[in-house]
């Protein structure tokens, strides 16, 4: 390692001298400030110094016979040319008369631009875009020992929709992406999943010109995950544990409004649709399609629509009343944990579709008709089966047996 040093050094001792005209020597850095490369415009010479990763210097290579253009740059071409806000990008600018180029430049402060190595007819670098930059055209300048030059770039912004979904393990849900504004081309954007553990997505989508494009999302295990493209970001809320720990999966069919023809003379009022629910069980997943409302025909009508609501009860459908209050999701279970002398009370709300067997040794009572928090006892629950009774005693009130 030392003998390697003393060689480094003695090239550096070697290769000055012939740089020692500065009006004719171009000099670059990195963003650490080391000197990467030395173009000799009068020697025709070029010293390029390659580092690693901490900073040491590995070698000096030097190009014989380099004939830079003494002329303007001249911009042709930067690939790619269409930018998502909030990625990072290697591009390649290409042209004539770029081989002492000094800086790349934007008229847009948030786009940051790294040369990379540059050549009489190509430059490379990386261009960054923050995520809180506008769409809309940027500027990007070349400026060379011998005068600059422009180009334009096109920066989109990036929407996922929808930006928040809860699942299952083992469901799936089609999320869309776009871009603002509209692309004149197709554009293949990159699918960053953050928890690859917990969500599963393709690596990247194309966006087709002026449209959007569709991705599936899996859900594989309980949590959260995240996904970004460009500056958007979704979650994908996966609620966990197998099925006897879900509290609910309430799925409601889409109710919409059409009209058609709004004849002459008639009034519409709609009020808000609303979904209310007093408070939602734990591992409960509640997705709701729009609600509507269809007239065919009207003629000198005055249509008034009230709320639509959906209430949504958070308590179990039955419970045992006791020396303590436990609920359960069917009569058998509420029967089956019972003491003597309990009472068992169902809702109004629910329809029991289940097969009750009364089979011990016990005296209980079962009471129907009550409200969702079972503050009051107002109508009769239905039971859809059979009752059958081989041992203890029952009392049944206020209930509607439907086989």
């Not at 003393?6 to 004719?24: C, F, Q, V």
């Not at 928890?195 to 989508?205: F, H, R, V």
């Amino acid at each position: 390692m030392k003998a390697i040093s003393i060689l480094l050094t003695l090239i550096w001792i070697i290769a000055l001298p012939s740089l020692s005209i500065s009006d004719s020597v171009d000099y670059l850095y990195d963003d650490n400030g080391r000197l990467i490369k030395v173009s000799n415009n009068l020697t025709n010479t070029r010293l390029l110094y390659h580092y690693d990763k901490v900073g040491n210097l590995l070698s000096i290579y030097k190009e014989e016979n380099v004939i830079p253009g003494t002329s303007a740059p001249v911009l042709q071409s930067i690939d790619p040319d269409i930018f998502l806000i909030g990625e990072n990008y290697n591009v390649v600018i290409t042209g004539q008369n770029l081989l002492t180029t000094n800086s790349i430049t934007s008229n847009n402060s948030d786009i940051s631009i790294k040369l990379i190595a540059s050549i009489d007819t190509k430059i490379t670098a990386v261009l960054s875009v923050v995520g809180t930059a506008l769409p809309g055209q940027a500027n990007i300048t070349v400026t060379t020992s011998y005068g600059s030059a422009s180009i334009n770039i096109n920066l989109y912004g990036v929407s996922i929709t929808p930006n928040e979904i809860s699942l299952f393990p083992g469901s799936t849900a089609t999320m869309s992406v776009s871009l603002t504004p509209s692309a004149p081309e197709d554009v293949e954007v990159k699918i960053n999943n953050n928890n690859p553990d917990i969500i599963e997505t393709p690596p990247s989508a194309t966006i087709l010109a002026g449209g959007s494009a569709d991705f599936t999302v899996n859900a594989l295990k309980g949590g959260t995950g995240t996904i970004n493209i460009g500056n958007a970001e979704a979650t994908v809320y996966v609620i966990g544990g197998d099925e006897s720990e879900r509290g609910a999966v309430i799925e409601s069919a889409p109710v919409s409004i059409s009209i058609g023809i709004v004849p002459s003379n008639t009034l519409i009022n709609s009020q808000s649709v609303s979904v209310s629910m007093s408070s939602i069980p734990s591992n409960t997943l509640i997705n709701s399609s729009p609600v509507s409302v269809q007239w065919l025909e009207i003629a000198n009508g005055i249509t008034v629509s009230q709320q639509v609501s959906v209430d949504i009860c958070s308590n179990y459908p039955a419970r045992v009343v006791g020396t303590t209050t436990n609920y359960y999701s069917t009569l058998q279970a509420a029967y089956d944990s019972a003491s003597d002398n309990e009472t068992i009370q169902a809702q109004a709300l629910t329809a029991f579709t289940e097969n009750l067997n009364i089979n011990r040794s016990v005296s209980v009572t079962i009471e129907g008709g009550y409200n969702c928090d079972y503050s009051s006892n107002t109508g009769n629950t239905e039971l859809k089966g059979t009752m059958t009774i081989s041992g203890g005693t029952l009392t049944i009130k206020d209930f509607i047996l439907k086989k």
